[in-house]
């Protein structure tokens, strides 16, 4: 009482295969996109925080030269201040 012989067998196994590595392939294509667009996403998003940082950075280096100035004013205040005082600019 043989349900299939050796030749319907086989071509059980080998359809069974075929649809199994066409199911893996696709899965794994499918996975492989899914990653690529993450990683893409991932990259412009970063590099989105990274030129808001820039920008931030720059305004602090602005801020920065600002502030020297200032004190390259008062510095010449001050020196202004201890001539008079002391009485160097009348060597």
Same mark, same amino acid.
């Given at each position: 009482? @043989?349900?299939?012989?050796?030749?319907?067998?086989?071509?059980? %196994?080998?359809?069974?295969?075929?649809?199994?590595?066409?199911?893996?392939?696709?899965?794994?294509?499918?996975? %492989?996109?899914?990653?690529?667009? @993450? %990683? +893409?996403?991932?990259?412009? @998003?970063?590099?989105?925080?990274?030129?808001?940082?820039?920008?931030?950075?720059?305004?602090?280096?602005?801020?920065?030269?600002?502030?020297?100035?200032?004190?390259? +004013?008062?510095?010449?205040?001050?020196?202004?201040?201890?001539?008079?005082?002391? +009485?160097?600019?009348? @060597?």
């Amino acid at each position: 009482m @043989e349900f299939m012989n050796d030749a319907q067998i086989w071509t059980m %196994i080998g359809a069974f295969s075929a649809l199994m590595f066409s199911t893996l392939t696709v899965v794994s294509t499918l996975f %492989i996109h899914v990653v690529r667009s @993450e %990683i +893409g996403g991932l990259r412009n @998003e970063m590099n989105a925080r990274f030129d808001a940082v820039n920008t931030r950075f720059d305004a602090v280096d602005t801020r920065f030269d600002a502030v020297n100035a200032r004190i390259d +004013g008062v510095d010449g205040d001050v020196q202004a201040i201890v001539k008079r005082t002391f +009485g160097l600019d009348r @060597e």
